[in-house]
Each structure stands twice: as structure tokens, then as C-alpha cells.
């Protein structure tokens, strides 16, 4: 991956075109702070949110069903748009080291949970013009998944990569992605804690991953107790935890990273055995 590529790119130049704002209000917009209301903008695909935080967005509604937790990512307007390019802007050498002990030419690489698509940007920020790949995305249907697909598409067109391929697919309350290719790469991070079913999860992408797949993966623990509301973290995976790792160890061979045992919260990469 070229970094030179990478240092021509403002992180902020893809917010300001698309929600009209400028680099300071697009960093402090996206910057996390416990309390702040901020006024965020509409688009053309989402309203605006105004005079609430994040958490009273979360109070506010209903989450007794998947799909009410599903909603609460659409009403949440531009929140995690702003959020997650302004926590990833200062992650880029940990997206470079890892795709780069991931990823390869004339492939597929799916980020799963994917928000604005972090991974997938910087990747196809650094690649050379003529490499061929397949880039698989997927989120539930709210507007940091849409930005991010904008964002990627865009980024195709500009650098004019005519070998890459990018296919978008939502995750639905009563069914999970299906992709066009084989994957070969999968990176699933800092969203299984988010998920109804880490196992079910892992299940889906496993059965569309080629031999000798990786999975870069991380599993967020937190440790609330049963009375604690977790916040956008469900319960349900939490319970799933260890059934998680269990499938994961039992099909997969742990190639880079701690254990999750002696490393909860760090990034780890595994390989599909068969």
C-alpha cells in the first residue's frame, strides 16, 4: 500500500462535500465528549438531530426488538457518520499494518459491520490503480452505511480503480448477507458486542469464506453487571461470548494477536482451516 496516497487525503474532505460543513465542525461534530448536544446536519439521506446526546437518543427509544434496535441506528441521523471517521482518522497505521498482513491482490475482502467503511477506505486509498479486487460491505440500513458507501464509491471513481468491485449488502433483522464471491479476507471489528448473534454471525461469514480464510476480529468486553443497561452493546451477544470463541477456535487457527483470554479487547487474526 502506498502511503504517500494516504497522506493526500483529508479524513474530513468526504464529510464537509457531504453534509455541507466545514474540517473544524467536522471534527467537532465527531469528536466524543459525554454530554455534548451538538446540531447535526442533515443530507440528503438522513435528518437532522439537534439538542440531544447520543445517550438520550438511546433512552428514547423502544429496544424490546431486534428491530427496534434496528431503528434506533437510523434515528440516530449522522451520529456514527461523524463519530467513526473522526475516531478512525488517527487509526491509520493500525489499518495499513493490518491489511497489509491480510489482503491481497485479485481478492475479496468483506468488513462486516462495517459503519463507514474505515478499512475498505483506507485500503482502496493505498492500492495501486490496476489491482483487482472485490470489496464486500455490510451494516444495517441507516446513514453511516450509506455515507460509507458513498464515500467508497466516490473514491473508486476519483482514483479510477476500473479492477475493483464493490458490492453492498445490508444486514437484516430476519436474515443475514449473502456475497456474489467467496470471501477471502474478513474484517469484523469493534461490532460483534453490537451484534443479536455473534455465533449466527460468524456462522454466515464462515460458510462464504474460502479455504484458508482470514478473519480480523475483535469482541469489545465490557464488564456490566445484570441491572447495568450496556447501551448500544446487547446483552444478547455478550451472552454469546464465549460460544463465540469457541466456534472461532474450534474452525480457526489463531494466527496473530493475544488469545481472547489474555487480551479481550485486542484485534486478533484468525485462519480458516479448510
Not at 502506498?2 to 479524513?11: A, E, K, P, V, Y
Not at 459491520?113 to 495501486?128: E, R
Request: a negative charge; hydrophobic letters at 30%; aromatic letters at 10%.
Amino acid at each position: 500500500m502506498s502511503q504517500n496516497i494516504l497522506n493526500t487525503r483529508n479524513w474530513y474532505d468526504d464529510l464537509c462535500e457531504y453534509y455541507n460543513v466545514s474540517p473544524q465542525e467536522a471534527l467537532t461534530l465527531g469528536t466524543r465528549a459525554s454530554g455534548r448536544k451538538p446540531s447535526l446536519p442533515k443530507s440528503n439521506t438522513t435528518h437532522a438531530v439537534s439538542n440531544m446526546t447520543f445517550e438520550d437518543i438511546w433512552e428514547s427509544k423502544q429496544r424490546e426488538t431486534i428491530d427496534s434496535v434496528f431503528q434506533f441506528y437510523k434515528d440516530q441521523g449522522a451520529w456514527s457518520a461523524f463519530r467513526q471517521v473522526v475516531r478512525h482518522k488517527d487509526m491509520i497505521q493500525l489499518h495499513v499494518n493490518l491489511l497489509s498482513q491480510t489482503v491481497r491482490d485479485n481478492s475479496t475482502f468483506c468488513e462486516y459491520g462495517c459503519g463507514v467503511a474505515p478499512f475498505s477506505y483506507t485500503l482502496l486509498s493505498g492500492i495501486d490503480k490496476d489491482t483487482k479486487l472485490n470489496i464486500c460491505i455490510s451494516d444495517v440500513d441507516c446513514e453511516h452505511f450509506t455515507f460509507g458507501k458513498w464515500r467508497l464509491e466516490k473514491l473508486i471513481k476519483d482514483r479510477n480503480l476500473s479492477n475493483v468491485n464493490l458490492e453492498a449488502k445490508e444486514v437484516l433483522v430476519d436474515s443475514l448477507p449473502s456475497y456474489s464471491n467467496k470471501i477471502d479476507t474478513v474484517f469484523i471489528f469493534e461490532v460483534l458486542e453490537h451484534v443479536p448473534s455473534p455465533v449466527d454471525t460468524l456462522k454466515n461469514i464462515e460458510i462464504q469464506m474460502n479455504p484458508n480464510g482470514l478473519i480480523c476480529e475483535n469482541f469489545i468486553y465490557h464488564n456490566h453487571s445484570d441491572d447495568d443497561d450496556p447501551g448500544c452493546d446487547l446483552k444478547s451477544a455478550a451472552l454469546e461470548r464465549d460460544s463465540y470463541y469457541n466456534l472461532l477456535s474450534n474452525d480457526f487457527t489463531l494466527r496473530a494477536g493475544p488469545t481472547p483470554l489474555q487480551g479481550p479487547n485486542e484485534t486478533r487474526i484468525w485462519q480458516k482451516n479448510t
